[in-house]
């Protein structure tokens, strides 16, 4: 829990946000039956392991807030499409 700390206080807050609310999403989803959901919660988890194993880096964080962003904007959970 020390990188998310780190990691929230730090530049890269908003992403780390954006990317564990995305996990969040992906997790509600799949919980209310969405299969495409489930399969999606699997890279949301691992992409919040990156960033843990990476310390909470920023350009992490900024990076995998962009995939997060990018499923998002494809209609995946909590998406527009």
């Given at each position: 829990?020390?990188?998310?700390r780190?990691?929230?206080?730090?530049?890269?807050?908003?992403?780390?946000?954006?990317?564990?609310?995305?996990?969040?999403?992906?997790?509600?989803?799949?919980?209310?039956?969405?299969a495409?959901?489930?399969?999606?919660?699997?890279?949301a988890?691992?992409?919040?392991?990156?960033l843990?194993?990476?310390?909470?880096?920023?350009?992490?964080?900024?990076?995998?807030?962009?995939?997060?962003?990018?499923?998002?904007?494809?209609?995946?959970?909590?998406?527009?499409?």
């Amino acid at each position: 829990m020390a990188w998310r700390r780190v990691a929230a206080a730090g530049p890269a807050a908003g992403a780390v946000a954006e990317l564990l609310s995305y996990a969040g999403d992906c997790a509600a989803a799949a919980a209310a039956g969405d299969a495409r959901a489930a399969e999606r919660l699997v890279s949301a988890r691992s992409w919040v392991d990156m960033l843990r194993a990476s310390g909470g880096d920023p350009e992490v964080a900024e990076l995998l807030a962009a995939f997060a962003a990018d499923d998002r904007a494809w209609g995946l959970p909590g998406g527009v499409a």
